[in-house]
């Protein structure tokens, strides 16, 4: 099928034009170099317009610099996650001597991945409760050819995360209340794994707290974290009352979305 085939077909089921011209970018980027026949392209582009995100249609992310195999085990990967791992790799550039950098939280590893891939002198470990995750993780890790350790375990009652060392942390955890369901877009409540997502209690901030207190624990250098620019201030005041400094960063939208805890 053309370009102009594959927008016309998507068009029927899509409002905007605009869209419906960046999805088939996607598509197109996400399928180059695989000859697909018209009737698998079809039925991709209806899934797409039936409001499946076009990265799980194509089980594929670009992220920083990688492109990233995703199930729906795994979250997709976001612009904005790409900024944190900016600042950890301007951060790590005045670092020369080999460090162990844990991603919790690391769903399909493109933190970690994109640290690693960066600086491959650092021990990677990458985290996830899930064994699907962790599973598209290795394989992310293999498809890059970037060698990392990686630990299933949870953050909330750590086990093996007690036995390895640390110096740095970066995470962006679940952190969405079940109560604030409706105000989010319906796609990411339908198709976007819930483990990822929600936190089980009333705190947004419980994922936070676990992994500062497991940092303290560890006697780490530094913390990255991603945030809801929501309670941003939130975790800023209760970090505030650790022995911890923090530090904290804009998105490129101007929503404080990024704490440093050092
Ligand atoms: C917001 S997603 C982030 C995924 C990935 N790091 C990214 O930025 O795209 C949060 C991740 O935390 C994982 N997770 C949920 N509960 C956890 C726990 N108790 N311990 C460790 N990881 C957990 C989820 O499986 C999910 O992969």
Not at 162 to 175: A, E, F, L, R, W
Request: glycine share 4%.
């Amino acid at each position: 099928m053309t370009k102009q085939e594959m927008i016309h077909f998507l068009r029927q089921s899509i409002d905007s034009d605009r869209e419906t011209e960046n999805l088939i970018d996607y598509y197109r980027d996400a399928t180059r170099g695989k000859q697909l026949p018209d009737a698998q392209i079809k039925n991709e582009l209806t899934k797409i317009g039936e409001g499946i995100p076009v990265q799980y249609v194509t089980g594929i992310s670009f992220f920083y610099t990688s492109q990233f195999t995703i199930t729906q085990d795994v979250l997709i990967p976001r612009p904005e996650t790409e900024e944190l791992v900016h600042w950890v790799n301007s951060d790590l550039k005045s670092i020369s001597r080999s460090l162990n950098i844990l991603d919790i939280g690391c769903g399909s590893g493109c933190i970690g991945l994109s640290v690693k891939k960066k600086f491959p002198n650092h021990n990677i470990i990458l985290n996830d409760l899930s064994s699907k995750a962790i599973k598209v993780a290795q394989l992310n890790a293999d498809n890059l050819n970037l060698k990392i350790q990686t630990c299933q375990d949870s953050i909330l009652e750590p086990i093996e995360l007690k036995t390895i060392d640390v110096d740095i942390i970066i995470s962006n955890p679940p952190y969405i209340l079940p109560s604030e369901l409706n105000r989010m877009d319906g796609h990411v409540f339908k198709h976007e794994p819930h483990l990822a997502l929600f936190v089980d209690n009333d705190d947004p901030l419980e994922f936070y707290k676990a992994i500062v207190k497991y940092g303290l624990e560890k006697k780490v250098q530094a913390i990255y974290f991603e945030t809801s620019d929501i309670f941003h201030n939130d975790l800023l005041k209760w970090i505030g009352e650790t022995a911890y400094k923090c530090e904290s960063r804009n998105d490129l939208q101007g929503k404080p979305r990024m704490i440093k805890v050092y």
